[in-house]
């Protein structure tokens, strides 16, 4: 795991980066958003064509940041720039992909059931591949989580998953899944460079395969002349996914996988349908049950058990 850096130790900025359990609240917190934004234009944008003017729009956007970043780093993103593109590549562009495509065919009990299987997922690939334990506690910390997001998912009833069938959209909504899961993985391979040096090539390399699939699968890159004639909407939608959890939660998560390492990040995931859910009720008008209330009590008490059992295992002698 690539040790933090010990220079980002000035400015607001510089000491938010060191505080791993908030980056990893704020991440999934845009990522739920994501998925709020993503429902809000269901029919009115294409999902290759959403995901390649998030991935654009937010280089543009992270590139004048990163610059200086970039400047001082060049020697390191000229000898790894195709493993950093790969990043985004992997990590940011397939996995919204996938998951956009999903949404079109499958549920959202479905799609939040898939996405909580992330931490199960990250943990078992972890001990195959690094062989990297797990102890028992975290193991069960993590069920809890997962138990109270199938809560959420569920609309307090469980029982609903004996009547799942699995269909194109589940099948490209864990394919989204495991693609993250292997750009998490990944992420201990990261070269030693200040977060926004990294944030500005991956981002550079998901802008570029967006494009790619947008000529190649989404009917060409004309079809960004249709958003002049978008819905307010759209746009709002588009600025959403470019910036919040795109360059936001990218560095917040990149920042705590670094600082915390994989298996103790990955429960976090368990809050994006808990943060899905509250922008569902804020911003799409749908109703909070007492449900939420105990699934979110139940998410959060099996990371806190996951993360504690974490830091015990850790602090045993050898």
């Given at each position: 795991m690539t040790k933090p850096q010990t220079n980002e130790n000035r400015g607001i900025f510089a000491r938010l980066l060191d505080q791993p359990y908030l980056l990893l609240i704020a991440a999934p917190l845009f990522w739920g958003g994501n998925v709020v934004a993503a429902k809000m234009v269901v029919g009115q944008l294409d999902p290759i064509l959403l995901l390649a003017s998030r991935c654009l729009a937010a280089t543009l956007v992270i590139l004048p940041f990163a610059w200086p970043y970039l400047r001082a780093d060049w020697a390191v993103?000229?000898?790894?720039?195709?493993?950093?593109?790969?990043?985004?590549?992997?990590?940011?562009?397939?996995?919204?992909?996938?998951?956009?495509?999903?949404?079109?065919?499958?549920?959202?009990?479905?799609?939040?059931?898939?996405q909580a299987a992330?931490?199960?997922?990250?943990?078992?690939?972890?001990?195959?591949?690094?062989?990297?334990?797990?102890?028992?506690?975290?193991?069960?910390?993590?069920?809890?989580?997962?138990?109270?997001?199938?809560?959420?998912?569920?609309?307090?009833?469980?029982?609903?998953?004996l009547t799942f069938d699995l269909n194109i959209g589940d099948g490209l909504v864990i394919l989204a899944c495991l693609t993250y899961t292997a750009y998490t993985l990944a992420l201990r391979f990261r070269p030693p460079m200040h977060i926004m040096s990294f944030m500005g090539?991956?981002?550079?390399?998901?802008?570029?395969?967006?494009?790619?699939?947008?000529?190649?699968?989404?009917?060409?890159l004309g079809q960004f002349a249709t958003l002049a004639e978008a819905p307010p909407t759209v746009w709002a939608v588009i600025a959403y996914v470019a910036v919040f959890p795109s360059m936001f939660s990218q560095v917040a998560y990149a920042r705590g996988v670094e600082i915390l390492g994989a298996n103790r990040a990955a429960p976090s995931h368990n809050l994006i349908p808990v943060f899905g859910t509250l922008g569902s009720v804020l911003i799409l008008g749908e109703r909070l049950e007492a449900y939420h209330f105990l699934a979110a009590a139940i998410i959060i008490g099996g990371i806190v058990l996951a993360e504690w059992a974490a830091r015990r295992y850790r602090r045993q002698p050898a």
């Open positions: 993103v000229r000898r790894h720039w195709p493993l950093l593109m790969a990043y985004g590549a992997v990590g940011y562009a397939l996995f919204n992909v996938f998951l956009y495509m999903g949404l079109k065919t499958t549920t959202g009990v479905n799609s939040a059931v898939e992330l931490p199960m997922l990250i943990l078992g690939a972890n001990f195959i591949i690094f062989r990297v334990r797990a102890n028992g506690l975290q193991i069960f910390g993590v069920l809890a989580a997962i138990f109270g997001v199938l809560l959420t998912a569920t609309h307090g009833n469980p029982a609903q998953l090539v991956s981002f550079a390399g998901a802008a570029v395969t967006g494009l790619v699939m947008l000529a190649l699968f989404g009917g060409g």
